[in-house]
C-alpha cells in the first residue's frame, strides 16, 4: 500500500514537471505566472491594441509635441540664413573647462559671437520678462546687483553669497559674445541659462539687460580699454567667485 502511494505520488509529480513542456520549443507549455511569462510592456516596434494619433499599432509613440534633440538649429529660414545667428548656436560650451579654458571660450566668443536680433520693442519686452523670471531675484530691478537673494528688504545680507555686478558698470566693459557667453553658459557663481532659454530668449534678455545698462546697439567693450585691463583677469571663474563672495 504505502510502496502504491509513492509510486503515484511520483508519477503525479512527473506528470506535472513535464506539462509544462511544450511541442514548440519557443513556446512555455502550461504557464503558471503568465504575468511574469508575458510581459506587460510594450515591445519596441510590435503591434499593439492601443492604437496611436495616426490610427497606426505599432507600440513605438512620437515623442511629445515640441520635443527637440539636443544641438537641434530651427529650421526657420530667419535662423539659418542669419550668419550671426547660426555662430550663437554653435557656440561651444566646456562643462569641464579649467579657469583658462573658460577664459579663452569667453575670449573667442566676444571676438566671435555678434547680436542676430534686431532692436525692437517686441524683443525688448520679451526679455523684460524673462528677466522678470530668471534674473531679478540677483540682479535686480535695475540691474544693479542688489536682487532680494542677494539683499534683504530690511538691508540684511540675501542667502547668495555672491554679489553680481552693476550692469551699469560691467556691460559697457564687455562685447556682446562675452554677455551672450557669460548668460549661456554660466560665469562664477552665476549658472547658465542655455538649457531654459533658447538662443533668440537670450538675445532678447540681453536687450532688455543693455537697456537697463544705457548700452545702445551693440556691445562693444570699449569701456574696457580706459579701465585697467584687471577686470578682465578677474572675470576668470574662481578669482571672481572669492572676490565677490561677501564678508558677512
Ligand atoms: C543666482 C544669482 C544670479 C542669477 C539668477 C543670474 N545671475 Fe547674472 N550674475 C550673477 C553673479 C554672481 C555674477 C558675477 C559673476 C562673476 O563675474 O563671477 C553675474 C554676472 C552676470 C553678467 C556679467 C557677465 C560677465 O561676462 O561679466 C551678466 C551679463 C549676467 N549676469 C546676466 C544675467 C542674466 C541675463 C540672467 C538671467 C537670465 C542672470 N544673469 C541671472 C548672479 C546671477
Known sequence: MRKQIISIALVAAALTVLSSCGFDAKKPGRVYMPDMTYSNALEAYAPSTILNEDGDSVSTRKPVAGTIPRGWIPTDEKIRTNEAFLMSYMAKNYFTHTAEKWQEEYDKAGA???????????????????????CINCHGASGNGQGNLVVLEDGKDGPFTAVPPDYKKRLPEIKDGNIFYSVSYGKGMMGGYGYSLNVTERWQVIHYIKGLAGVEGAATGAAAKEGDKKDDKAAAPKADAKKDTKKS
Open 112 to 134: 566671435s559671437l555678434k547680436d542676430p536680433l534686431e532692436y525692437t520693442a517686441e524683443n525688448k519686452a520679451a526679455g523684460a520678462k524673462l528677466y522678470n523670471t530668471h
